[in-house]
């Protein structure tokens, strides 16, 4: 097995216990002062991509359980949110956050989206947003980081 055969297969297993672990929950609970710091960062990251305001056609890279898709999708015209993982993505259409999010189970390394987006989303443990240039908009296969940028992680 390949190192991201076992990473998919890694996310596939763990989506029922991800946001457990994302809120720090049950055998994922961290000392009171830990949980602040974590609660800080998330909070930090959260206002960020807020205030970056991903407006237009956003496409998600690996959207997960919809920890991230949640905030994209009240700013977004549409929401186009991507990940390998099945069960990862019944997590996340479970948060039923409108007709204007849409999924895709793909692997990101060899999906190409048939219209590049106005703005592209990636995130692990924080969210990174950033728009592409007017050159990758009309062809480019996979973003490259330029144009306006917010990152957090
Ligand atoms: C650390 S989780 C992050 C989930 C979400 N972005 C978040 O921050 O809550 C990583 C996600 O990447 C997905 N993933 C891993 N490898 C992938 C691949 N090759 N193509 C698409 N998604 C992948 C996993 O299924 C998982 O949902």
Known sequence: MSLLDEQRAYYEARAGEYDE??????????????????????????RTLDEFRPSGDVLEFACGTGLWTRHLARHAG????????PAMIDCNRARRLG???????????????RRPPSTWSSSATGCRMFQ????Q????RSPRRSGRADESS
């Open 137 to 140: 908009r009309s062809g480019t």
């Open 21 to 46: 672990w994302w809120y720090r929950q049950g055998r994922y609970a961290l000392a009171p002062d830990e949980r602040e710091r974590w609660l800080t960062a998330v909070a930090f990251a959260e």
């Open 78 to 85: 549409t929401v186009l949110a991507v990940d390998a993982s």
């Open 99 to 113: 007709d204007h999010v849409r999924y895709r189970q793909a692997d990101i390394f060899a999906w190409a989206p």
């Open 132 to 135: 592409p240039s007017s050159s």
